[in-house]
């Protein structure tokens, strides 16, 4: 059998706050749809300069813990050069330099093989643009 490639895009609202989105069902339904019982690799990524995706265990903690620690790393001040928007938004633009703008997941039998408490989670905390795209890309 011959590689195959599919993708297909959605839009999430993330409001006024940080967040960490848990997109994990909206990727397990995408490879349900193209990817049934077929081994491959999926693609998430955020065509955003202010977002990123993570891979981390959420509803303990973590994704809260990992929000804190982006705020104690990239403040919310007058620091950064890029400056326009919310007061300290140019932290937003160097999100991506430590979440990355994608994330790349090996797919076994057209599940995502995930470690037990892995989730797969859009990072944002540009308060200023509520709207995301989220790209969901499956080679197998």
Known sequence: MSDS???LTFDVTTGSRETALDITDRCA???????PGRDGLLNVFVPHATAG????ETGAGSDQDLLA??????PADDRWRHRHGSPGHGRDH???GLVAPHATLPVIGGQLALGVW???VLVDTNVDNPRRTVRLSFLG
């Open 5 to 7: 490639f599919s993708t």
């Open 29 to 35: 339904a995408f490879l349900e749809s193209v990817a």
């Open 53 to 56: 995706i993570a891979v981390i």
């Open 69 to 74: 620690h982006l705020r104690d790393l990239l």
């Open 94 to 96: 160097v999100l991506p």
């Open 118 to 120: 892995q989730s797969v």
